[in-house]
């Protein structure tokens, strides 16, 4: 029966899961039960208790009755080892100051709340003093009075003296950028105390940024490092969510198991900005209000790769026939503009078709290749057209000339700089990050220093890459090609002299040269999905590359000029004569047309006349007369 609903056994046992949280979730107390008057009012003669503290509740907001409530609606609590240690250190006798640093949405907040219950929960069952926690209202502090350090001065010492309390700080790093120092110095003081714990939040950028240059200050804190939560727990906190979104926006949506499933996958994959689980969970509410406009009753899966598609700016939706048609096609499509070079076109296919039908390795980038093969066959010109005609364009092509990466020193250019008050981020993450679906270009890969290679060594095999500031750049929606020159002498002579030589027997002939000469190392050879040679081109080859190119000036020509240029077959064997050597390949045939077409054409039409619609033949006796004239 499961077998014909397609469900595993895991997915029965996550349904059942799922309805357990739905009824804990719907059994809300009463809006007259102690607990809901504690979360409006606060607690009765809490002044008695802790002493008033009016300096303190100006610039705090309290959330100790609140965090209880949020806790029995929230259902479950994740990071529960984090939990457990933050509430070790708050019963220590000595300093209780935590700093919780972590990417965006993976739940700081939400950990110093359930530390908070927890500690209420220990405290009452063991008949401890109650501790309050306070959120300060920084940007209120810092902005809104004239001396910022005497308003935090004289509310800390009311907290100081009053009672137990915990002091949230939701952003520490703005501290560290305020420009008054008196303000530093007053916190400083403070987080030395042995009554008041300081709870303080910093993204992984801001701390590496504000934070962990200033000794002295960093030093006054338990770190606590908040990681995106783990497929099982993000699962589980999504369940529960879905149960309150569908309460909140959309009464009458109700979200299917599969497109829950789903969520959390293409998240996982795309959404790589944002940690789990508030990435995730931003998504299900965007596709909640889709499905409410369409008035559809379901949350489906197309909602999902909808929202996520405009998320993450990668399309994620289901392949129509039109895409399918193109991918098909592709092969085609790529040979009529990549000459003489099939084996690449293959196995680059290869590998789009498998990432477009989601049929690939799920922690490595969508495909890794190596070209090797002399200066002008094609390397570059794959790249470009490829991110043409799959990628959307050539702003989705991130090329790294790797000429600029030969020292050690330039490592730095690829994991960030270590100033503590620098931007720390390189050109290569800015570019991923922004374009995460893209074609990363490694252009002449040889000239890299062999710190720089083992860099990407981490990109190739786990599909991102750490910086020097502990953030996390995900290269699993790229292909990555290199290209590189290495053995390009040994190729002319090999072929040379083994013209009939198998392709498979030459390949290993040529690795193995390149591994000997020490150019790369067999790791790093290894690490990519595929080594493609690109061969010297032959003499069809390069008259197919040059009717290529003249084929786009005179189209370009037509487009804008409205003229139709005939041009002379005789012509492309004197283009391929000029513009083609063993040595460069086709590297000079498109200098070789500028100086025999597009310059020919100017001086036509400075001298001639011409008007929409007219021809303009080109033969190779004017195009001489024209070369000789200009001697």
């Known amino acids: 029966l499961l077998n014909e609903c397609d469900i595993s056994i895991n997915d029965l046992d996550e349904i059942v899961q799922w309805e357990v949280f739905s009824r804990r979730v719907n059994a809300s107390e009463s809006t007259l039960s102690p607990e809901s008057f504690v979360r409006a009012f606060g607690s009765f003669g809490r002044g008695w208790v802790q002493g008033y503290t009016s300096e303190l509740d100006r610039v705090t907001d309290e959330i100790s009755g609140s965090v209880q409530w949020r806790s029995k609606k929230r259902g479950l609590m994740i990071h529960k080892k984090k939990i457990e240690s933050a509430v070790h250190i708050l019963s220590r006798s000595g300093q209780k100051n935590m700093l919780f640093v972590g990417d965006k949405d993976v739940g700081k907040e939400t950990l110093i709340e359930n530390i908070g219950t927890l500690l209420r929960k220990d405290e009452m069952e063991n008949g401890k003093e109650l501790t309050r926690l306070l959120v300060l209202r920084t940007e209120e502090i810092l902005s809104g009075y004239k001396h910022p350090d005497r308003v935090l001065l004289r509310a800390l010492s009311k907290a100081e003296k009053a009672g137990k309390f915990v002091i949230i700080i939701k952003d520490i790093s703005l501290f560290m950028q305020s420009s008054d120092s008196n303000v530093r110095t007053v916190l400083s003081k403070f987080l030395q105390s042995k009554s008041i714990g300081v709870f303080a939040v910093a993204s992984a950028d801001s701390y590496h ?14 770190k606590i490092y908040v990681e995106a939560a783990s497929g099982k727990e993000a699962l589980s906190t999504l369940m529960v969510r879905s149960i309150q979104l569908q309460k909140e926006k959309g009464k009458n949506t109700y979200i299917t198991f599969r497109a829950l499933k789903m969520l959390l996958r293409l998240t996982e994959r795309y959404m790589t900005n944002a940690g789990l689980p508030g990435s995730a969970i931003s998504v299900l509410e965007d596709a909640i209000l889709t499905a409410n406009n369409e008035k559809q009753k379901y949350v489906l899966e197309s909602h999902i790769r909808k929202a996520i598609s405009l998320k993450a700016r990668v399309d994620v939706e289901d392949v129509s026939t039109d895409e399918k048609q193109k991918l098909l096609q592709l092969k085609e499509t790529l040979s009529t503009s990549i000459i003489g070079q099939d084996e690449s076109i293959d196995a680059l296919v290869g590998a789009l078709k498998r990432a477009k039908m989601d049929i690939n390795a799920g922690n490595r980038p969508l495909g890794t290749f190596l070209f090797l093969g002399p200066t002008g066959v094609g390397k570059t010109h794959t790249a470009k057209i490829l ?21 050690e020193e330039s490592v730095y250019g690829i994991i960030g700089d270590t100033n503590p008050s620098g931007s720390g981020q390189s050109y290569l993450t800015k570019r991923v990050q922004d374009h995460p679906f893209s074609l990363l270009l490694l252009d002449e890969i040889e000239k890299a220093h062999p ?17 020097n500031k502990g953030k996390k750049t995900d290269f699993r929606n790229t292909i990555i090609i290199a290209t590189s020159n290495a053995g390009a002498l040994f190729i002319r002579d090999f072929i040379a002299k083994n013209s009939n030589k198998k392709k498979d027997e030459f390949k290993k002939s040529l690795v193995d040269t390149i591994i000997k000469d020490r150019t790369f190392s067999p790791e790093f050879i290894n690490r990519f999905d595929e080594v493609l040679l690109y061969y010297p081109l032959n003499i069809h080859d390069t008259i197919s590359i040059a009717l290529l190119m003249l084929d786009g000036i005179v189209t370009e020509i037509a487009e804008k000029k409205g003229f139709n240029i005939r041009v002379e077959e005789d012509i492309v064997a004197e283009i391929v004569k000029r513009g083609y050597s063993v040595e460069f390949g086709a590297r000079e045939m498109r200098r070789v047309i500028v100086d025999i077409i597009e310059n020919y054409l100017a001086d036509y039409l400075l001298q001639n006349k011409a008007k929409r619609g007219d021809t303009i033949k080109i033969s190779l006796k004017e195009v001489k007369d024209y070369l000789k004239s200009k001697e």
């Open 387 to 407: 991110s043409n005609e799959y990628f959307g364009g050539e702003e989705s092509l991130i090329r790294v000339d790797m000429n600029e990466y030969g020292t």
């Open 451 to 467: 710190a720089v290679l083992n860099v990407f060594l981490q990109i190739l095999d786990e599909g991102h890459l750490t910086d």
């Open 209 to 222: 940024k504000y934070v962990k240059g200033n000794s002295a200050f960093d030093s006054q804190f338990e």
